[in-house]
C-alpha cells in the first residue's frame, strides 16, 4: 500500500516538490505546528537539505533530534567508533546552539518506540504530534526497514513525512534510472555515469535561522561513553588521532584542500600504506560515514583545489575515490543480498573453512606476520587504516592464505573501523576475496612479507609502521623486521624477542597454502545468474537480531 505521507527524495538544485498532504488530526485529534528533524547520519550543519528545508517549512518549532539506538552497542560497535559519534553528537549540539540558537534533543531507545510516541503524542518533546517529520535518506537495509516501520507511524498518526539526498553525490534513484537501473560495477562504468548524470548539485549553506525549540523542552543530553555500556574504557582505548563532528571533520577537509599540489597530484595506488603520522590519504572516510562533512562539499572543494590546472583521473585521483564510494551505494541498493554470500549474484560461493583460531589469531594481529598484524593492531588502536593495508589484510584472512569466509572478516571491520559503512565494506570485501565481478583476478595475491615497491607500497625498509603497532619487534634489525623467523636465534635474543615465545611463528606457510589456494578458488563453484528483476531478498541481516547475524552500521 502507498503510503501518502511519504515525499520523494529531494536533493537541490533540481527540487522535487514534496506532495501535499492535508494535515489530518492525529490519535489527540490535533496537530502541533512543529517540525521534528531525525539526525541519524548527515551529523552537520553544512550542506544539509533537510535542515534547509526545515527552515523555510514556516513551522513555529523545530525539534532537532537524535536517537540512540540500542541495535548498536558495544557487542557491535568498537570504542572508537561509538566515540566518534559521541564527539559528533556534542558538535552538532554545540554547533546548533552557537549557530542556530537551537540545540540536539538527544533520545534513547527503539527508534521505531521513540519516534512512535513523538507521532502518537508529541511526547516527550510536544504537547501533540509535530505537523511534520524530516530525514536524510539512508539506503543501507537496516535503515530501510527502520524508516518504512516509522513512515507507516507517520501516515497513522496524520503527520506529514519529508525525505531528502544529502549523503551522495547524487541522488541514488536518478542514478539508477540514468543507467536502467542498474549499479555500475566498473569504475569506467561509474565515471560513464558521472558524466551523464553531469556535476553533482553545489553543497547548500547553513541557514541563518532555524525555528526555536519549544518552550519548556527537557535537555536529553549527548550521553558519556560509559553511560552506554562502554565499561573500562581506560588505557584500551587508542590514539585519538580522528575527533569526531563537523567542526574537526571541515578542519581536516579544508587543510587538504589547502594543499592544492596534493589534490592536483593525488593518485591513489601512490599513496603509502605504511604512513601512519601522517597518513597519506585524507581520512576524510570516519567524516563521510557520519555525514560529518558533505561529500558534495568535497568533490565541489576538489574542483576549486585543483583550479583547472593538471591534474590525475579517476579511478587514482580523489574524484574517482569520491566514484567508488558512489558506486557503493548504487551496488548495495540493487543487488539482492549484498551482505552476503548466500543468494548473492555478485558472490562466488567459495566454500570457505571455519576456523575460530585462525579467524582470532587474525583479528588479534597475532598471525606472525609483522605487516599484517601491524596493520591488524592499528585498526584495533586507531579505527582506520590504509586502504592497501586494507588490501593486505582482507586478501591474507580470504583467498591468500587463511581461507576464511569475507564475511567474517567484513564483520570484524565492521564492529572495528571508524568509516564503517555498510555498502562500501561490503563492496570491497567482496572485491578482495575473488568473489565478486569487480574483483581483481583472484590468484594475484599479495605477499604477506611485501617487498617494498609491490603493490601494496609499503615503502618502509625500517619497518617503522611494524615499530609502531607491534611493539614486541620494536628492537629487531630492519633487515628482519617483516620475516623474524629468519633471524638468527642470537638476533632475537639481542632484539629481546624470541620467535614463538614473545612474538608467534607464522600462522601458515604462504608459499604452500597460498597456492593451494589458488587451486582451490578455480574449482569453486561460478557465481549464481543475477535473479529476474524484482527478486525477493532475503531478510537484511541486520533484521535478524535472534538470529545472531550480527547488526550492520
Ligand atoms: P581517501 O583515499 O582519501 O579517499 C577519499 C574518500 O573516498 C574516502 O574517505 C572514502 O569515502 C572514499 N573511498 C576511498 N576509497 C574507496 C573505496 N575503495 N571504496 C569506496 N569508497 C572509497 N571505506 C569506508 O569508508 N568504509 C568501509 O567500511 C570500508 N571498508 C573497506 C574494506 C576493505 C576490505 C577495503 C579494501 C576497503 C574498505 N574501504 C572502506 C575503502 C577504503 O579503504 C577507505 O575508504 C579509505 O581507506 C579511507 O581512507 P581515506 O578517507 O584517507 O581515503
Known amino acids: 500500500k502507498r503510503t501518502p505521507v511519504a515525499s520523494p527524495a529531494e536533493m537541490p538544485p533540481k527540487r522535487k516538490a514534496a506532495p501535499k498532504v492535508a494535515a489530518k488530526a492525529g490519535s489527540s485529534g490535533r496537530l502541533q505546528d512543529a517540525a521534528v528533524l531525525w539526525f541519524r547520519k548527515g551529523l552537520r550543519l553544512d550542506d544539509n537539505p533537510a535542515l534547509v528545508a526545515a527552515a523555510k517549512s514556516g513551522v513555529r518549532h523545530l525539534c532537532p533530534i537524535f536517537v540512540i539506538d540500542p541495535h548498536f552497542g558495544p557487542k557491535h560497535v568498537g570504542v572508537n567508533r561509538y566515540r566518534f559519534l559521541l564527539e559528533s553528537l556534542s558538535d552538532l549540539d554545540a554547533q546548533l546552539r552557537k549557530r542556530l540558537g537551537s540545540r540536539l534533543l538527544v533520545l534513547r531507545g527503539k527508534p521505531e518506540t521513540v519516534l512512535g510516541d513523538i507521532l502518537r503524542s508529541g511526547k516527550p518533546l510536544l504537547g501533540a504530534p509535530p505537523r511534520l517529520l524530516m530525514w536524510e535518506r539512508d539506503t543501507e537495509p537496516y535503515a530501510q526497514a527502520r524508516d518504512a516501520a516509522v513512515a507507516k507511524l507517520a501516515e497513522k498518526a496524520g503527520v506529514e513525512v519529508q525525505t531528502f539526498v544529502g549523503h551522495t553525490l547524487y541522488d541514488p534513484d536518478d542514478a539508477l534510472k540514468v543507467n536502467k537501473g542498474k549499479a555500475p560495477s566498473t569504475m569506467p562504468g561509474m565515471v560513464t555515469l558521472a558524466k551523464a548524470l553531469g556535476e553533482p548539485p553545489q553543497p547548500l549553506a547553513v541557514p541563518s535561522k532555524v525555528p526555536p525549540l519549544p518552550a519548556g523542552v527537557k535537555p536529553f543530553p549527548v550521553p558519556t561513553l560509559k553511560e552506554m555500556g562502554y565499561r573500562d574504557v ?197 572485491a578482495l576475496s575473488g568473489v565478486a565481478p569487480w574483483s581483481p583476478p583472484f590468484f594475484r595475491v599479495y605477499h604477506p612479507v611485501p617487498k617494498m615497491d609491490s603493490a601494496l607500497n609499503v615503502q618502509d625498509p625500517e619497518g617503522e609502521y611494524i615499530r609502531q603497532y607491534v611493539p614486541e619487534l620494536r628492537d629487531m634489525p630492519a633487515k628482519y623486521i617483516y620475516a623474524p623467523w629468519t633471524a638468527p636465534l642470537d638476533v632475537q635474543k639481542e632484539a629481546k624477542c624470541i620467535v614463538g615465545k614473545d612474538y608467534p611463528k607464522p600462522i601458515v606457510e604462504h608459499e604452500r597454502v597460498s597456492k593451494a589456494n589458488i587451486a582451490r578458488f578455480k574449482k569453486s563453484p561460478r557465481a549464481p545468474p543475477a535473479p529476474a528483476a524484482g527478486a525477493k531478498r532475503l531478510a537484511p541481516a541486520g533484521d535478524q537480531p535472534a538470529s545472531g547475524k550480527r547488526p550492520r552500521r
Open 234 to 430: 581506560g588505557g584500551k582505548i587508542g590514539t585519538h588521532a580522528f575527533p569526531g563532528g563537523e567542526t574537526a571533520g571541515l578542519a581536516r577537509m579544508a587543510a587538504r584542500l589547502k594543499d592544492t599540489e596534493y589534490i592536483r597530484t593525488f593518485e591513489k595506488p601512490k599513496t603509502r600504506s605504511t604512513a601512519f603520522d601522517p597518513p597519506s590519504t585524507t581520512v576524510l572516510s570516519p567524516y563521510l560515514k557520519f555525514g560529518c562533512v558533505s561529500a558534495r562539499r568535497f568533490f565541489h572543494g576538489l574542483k576549486k583545489s585543483i583550479g583547472g590546472k593538471k591534474h590525475t583521473q579517476p579511478p587514482g585521483s580523489l574524484e574517482g575515490q569520491l566514484y567508488f564510494r558512489e558506486m557503493a551505494y548504487l551496488q548495495g541498493l540493487t543487488v539482492p543480498n549484498f551482505d552476503r554470500a548466500k543468494g548473492n549474484p555478485a558472490c562466488r560461493p567459495v566454500p570457505w573453512d571455519k576456523s575460530a583460531a585462525k579467524l582470532k589469531a587474525w583479528e588479534e594481529g597475532k598471525t606472525g606476520f609483522p605487516f599484517i598484524d601491524a596493520a591488524m593492531r592499528q585498526l584495533k588502536q586507531v579505527g582506520w587504516l590504509h586502504h592497501l593495508a586494507r588490501h593486505a589484510v582482507a586478501c591474507f584472512l580470504t583467498r591468500g592464505d587463511l581461507w576464511q569466509s569475507w564475511e567474517d572478516g567484513r564483520d570484524v571491520f565492521d564492529r572495528l573501523l571508524l568509516d564503517a559503512d555498510w555498502a562500501i565494506n561490503n563492496m570491497n570485501w567482496l
